[in-house]
């Protein structure tokens, strides 16, 4: 596993983190949350970069959704029994409805990359991460949570609160359009340069 | 999931392929961890600060999930939610799997605390109520539109109510083929088909231990009226102690239970009744 992106590693940091967690600040049930969140960390920001599509937008995925969690901690494990599936589910969630807004805002104003801060996108020379990325937001948690999760489409259905029905058509559309998108890019080489 | 064209498999395999990818990783910060907990400890804080508050604030929620919240978060003018996810500001809100050289410290997270609970619609880009686009979809009143449409009662559907065992809602008849469905597992909940002739529920989602705890309507309806289809504006209308979920709303059915609104674009796309007490 090659650090695409460079970061600052694990080694030290993370015992040092949990450390100071146990050691000082962290009271009563937080604890458990803070050791849930240094378990699962890389895992879910992998999740959310599946999800949002880059790694910024990943960790703020990640982030938001944790620390909502997390502020409910003791009613979310009372809750499920099974805490990182709710995340997940709240990761997509989150996910879809946060597109909206932000689709919404683009609408208004049409803000320039600033080129200075965008970190090369590890995927740039995939045309299917490129076709990706023009998926309706829900259309994408569900090819995520199908080929990412490896759920079925009930699981998919229940964990985005949407009916089987919707999951299916859903699912087939964004194939659909992702195989359009595929063959269009292979026609259109050097066809349409319209 | 079964019958796909070879097409599809093929696209399949290389969705897998992608998402198998380690390109994948995102490497957290050192402190990522400090963040988040210090942000959920922040987050719990203001809340137990806004139920203290008074009355006042709970009103304003209220009033309408949007303005609400976006008035509770600081005191800040502006009508919008911060947008994290834009580029200019995702170095400085995100402290965790930073790219660049950014290493944000857990203070620098505030902006993006409270982002989620924003409502997918408020109204701020038509003030007034839009008659434009209700040309095909009567816009007078909810009820009248809705009149005929199926009841998904605050306690159930038909002889289905929330609660009831997978034993006894299959004694209703009302659950798909009786060949094809077998109990919820231990520790867990099934998902089974609503079959009574009529497109009213999708299905009803039962737990071993709580029984029913949530029924997904297809074309039925609150007894307000509301369901897929609802602008919303009629919700807001029909509902006046919404609270915004992270994929639309909610609204108190009973004590034990309450109406989930899936909105997007302006319109109520599904409604759900989902037990408080569910394990699923």
Known sequence: MTAVLPAILRGDGWAATARQERGSAVPGDLTDFAEFVEANLPGLLRYGHALAGNPHDAADLVQTVLEKIGSRWSHVLHKTGDPLAYVRRSMANAHISRWRRLRRENLVADIPEPSAFTPADPFEHEPLWQALRDLPPRQRAVIVLRYYEGLSEAEIAASLGVSPGTVKSQASKAIASLRGKLRGDEETEGREAV | ?280
Request: with cysteine; glycine share 8%.
């Open chain 2, 1 to 280: 999931m079964s019958d796909r064209s070879p097409d599809d498999d093929a696209v399949g395999a290389e969705l897998r392929r992608l998402f198998d990818d380690d390109r994948l990783d995102v490497r957290p910060v050192a402190g990522a961890g400090d963040a988040i907990v210090a942000g959920a400890r922040r987050r719990r804080r203001r809340r137990a600060a806004v139920a203290s508050g008074g009355g006042t604030l709970a009103v304003l929620v209220l009033v309408g999930g949007g303005l609400a919240l976006t008035t509770l978060r600081g005191g800040d003018d502006q009508p919008q939610p911060p947008v994290a996810a834009m580029p200019q500001t995702t170095t400085t809100t995100s402290a965790l799997g930073s790219p660049s050289a950014s290493s944000a410290s857990p203070e620098r997270s505030e902006p993006t605390l409270g982002e989620s609970q924003a409502p997918p619609s408020p109204e701020q880009q038509s003030p007034q109520s839009p008659p434009t686009r209700s040309s095909t979809s009567a816009a007078s009143t909810s009820a009248s539109v809705y009149i005929d449409r199926p009841m998904l009662r605050p306690d159930g559907y038909r002889q289905l109510t929330l609660g009831m065992s997978y034993q006894e809602a299959a004694a209703t008849g009302l659950l798909g083929p009786a060949e094809s469905t077998t109990p919820p597992a231990e520790n867990a909940c099934a998902t089974y088909a609503v079959t009574d002739g009529t497109n009213a529920i999708d299905d009803v989602t039962i737990s071993r231990a709580n029984g029913i705890v949530r029924f997904r309507a297809a074309d039925a309806a609150t007894p307000q009226g509301i369901g897929a289809g609802s602008s919303l504006d009629q919700l807001r209308s029909a509902y006046s102690d919404l609270a915004v979920e992270s994929n639309g709303y909610s609204a108190s059915a009973s004590a034990g239970a309450r109406y989930s609104f899936v909105v997007a674009t302006e319109t109520v796309t599904e409604l759900q009744l989902v037990a408080r007490d569910s394990d699923c």
